[in-house]
């Protein structure tokens, strides 16, 4: 099953579907499919690993707020 995703952004290529196809078999992929469903599936682990280094971060701020003593600072 495809998704439709892809096929909707290989459909609306137009005149850049021949440099996509050219780069798509550079890089060793046997279809203009598989190299965007490569590109779909990096791009949503980078928004992934973003978004755990975002909550590591936040979670590192916590503590460093809870440890004021005092009220002056």
Do not use: H
């Not at 850049?16 to 590109?39: I, Q, V, W």
């Not at 978004?51 to 600072?73: F, R």
Request: charged share 40%.
């Amino acid at each position: 099953m495809q998704n439709q995703e892809i096929v909707k952004i290989i459909e609306n290529l137009k005149g850049r579907r021949n440099y996509e196809e050219k780069k798509a078999s550079k890089l060793g992929f046997a279809s203009l499919y598989e190299y965007f469903e490569d590109k779909i599936s990096k791009r949503q682990k980078t928004l992934e690993d973003e978004q755990k280094e975002l909550e590591a971060t936040k979670t590192e701020d916590q503590p460093k707020a809870a440890k004021k003593s005092c009220g002056c600072c």
